[in-house]
């Protein structure tokens, strides 16, 4: 995308504010992508499924290991993620955790944690109470560390529920591919 600006006052304190300004403006419209390496931000990839958008990053990426970082938000309003403590199974087949795992070449160096409090909440039907976060965004951590240079694939798996307009439908194993060597990490379109 070109965008050309014409100012007659070019050497002014003014036009450079302007043009740094409308630069920001143009950078904001194109999405605020940035280049893989540009500057000091991570890599990110995102994917929306199930009313659900995932946002991936890497970050702290040193020897050969780093941080993946996994903000899940959910689309509409009033709607949670269920614990990452959940069994695989739910509770008596209700829900499923948040759940990010990786393989390849690349392994968990920690456990999963989450950045929301957990709360319990009961179900018609359930005998025990859900473990959920808040309604709203979730952001997970996993520390990570690389076997090598190459492939890995993370795992991403989670349900949305709103306690007034049930449940969407799980996504279990969504795959992002990342790529991975000693002195960085970025993810693969595939």
Known sequence: MHTTVSLHLRHSRAARVTIALLSCAVLAACG????EGAGN???????????VTVTLSVSDWHASKGTLTAVFTPE???FHLYSTDLPA???EGVGRPTAVSVSGSVEADGKLTASAEVRSITVPGVETPLPVYPDGP???????????NGDA???????????????TIPVSDHPVHLHVTGDRATFNPR
Do not use: M, N, W
């Not at 931000?41 to 009313?51: C, H, I, K, L, Y």
């Not at 795992?155 to 709103?162: D, K, M, P, Q, V």
């Open 138 to 148: 979730v952001t997970t951590t996993l520390p990570v560390r690389a076997d090598g």
């Open 153 to 167: 694939t993370v795992l991403i798996g989670y349900a949305s529920c709103s306690t007034q307009d049930g449940c």
């Open 41 to 51: 931000s991570a890599p990110t990839t995102s994917f929306t499924e199930q009313g």
């Open 89 to 91: 199974g739910g509770v």
């Open 76 to 78: 509409r309003k009033g």
């Open 32 to 35: 605020g992508q940035h280049a």
